[in-house]
């Protein structure tokens, strides 16, 4: 059975201080990992999207980390912001005949507070 | 545009009810999703739509019924739902049969059921 796992389930930081989160996985056959953000009553939103080839993957103060072998990831936040405060769910996706299907974390819920 | 538009934001019907919730996207994707979501849990794969045809549906009750007219469109036709249906109902959409494929988020619609 497909699933991904996370750590911390949640987690409180003070603003300005860096924060890693982790994702542990599996799925087969894998496609791909993304880490997305995910305001209280909002859809899902982005990050960053890596392949099986991928082993770091920047977008401004979010790097995530892929290790494909040990089929492991980490979400590092740098310089956190008050706004950084929301869910943060690992996806994989495995290919399932002509579409992705999509597992997701159960998410880490991260509060910055100053 | 990189948008998923879904219509309506909230909304609250009784268990007689027929409602419908709607997914829009203009980015050319071939492959659309309806997901449930309750509080402090990770979405919930309903249907995937891949080139207009229904090919994922997660064993989900007849009450639900989804439908998809054509490539940018996809609803979700509501009857006789239960209060247990109440939750934030996400549309999302991905290209088909791409490695590196993205999915985008609608921002959800909150169903209240009473």
């Known amino acids: 059975k497909n699933q991904v796992e996370q750590s911390p389930q949640s987690l409180i930081i003070l603003e300005g201080k860096n924060c890693t989160l982790q994702?542990?996985?599996?799925?087969?056959?894998?496609?791909?990992l993304r880490w997305y953000k995910q305001d209280t009553g909002r859809g899902p939103v982005s990050l960053t999207i890596?392949?099986?080839?991928?082993n770091t993957k920047s977008n401004g103060r979010y790097t995530a980390t892929l290790d494909a072998d040990t089929k492991q990831s980490s979400l590092h936040i740098t310089a956190s912001q008050l706004s950084d405060s929301a869910s943060y769910i690992c996806v994989v996706s495995a290919m399932a005949g002509t579409a992705s299907k999509l597992t997701f974390g159960t998410g880490t819920r991260l509060q910055v507070m100053l | 545009d990189t948008e998923v538009t879904q219509t309506p934001k909230h909304l609250v019907m009784g268990m007689t009810n027929k409602k419908s919730l709607k997914c829009e996207q203009h980015?050319?994707?071939?492959?659309m999703y309806w997901y449930k979501q309750k509080a402090k849990k990770p979405p919930e794969l309903m249907f995937v739509y891949s080139y207009e045809k229904l090919s994922i549906n997660e064993s989900v009750p007849s009450r639900f019924s989804p439908e998809c007219p054509n490539s940018s469109l996809l609803n979700l036709h509501l009857h006789a739902l239960q209060p247990e249906d109440s939750a934030l109902y996400l549309c999302a959409s991905s290209q088909t049969g791409q490695l590196n494929t993205e999915a985008f988020f609608g921002q959800g619609t909150r169903l209240t059921v009473v």
């Open positions: 994702c542990n996985y599996t799925v087969s056959p894998f496609s791909n």
């Open positions: 980015m050319g994707h071939r492959a």
């Open positions: 890596m392949t099986f080839s991928e």
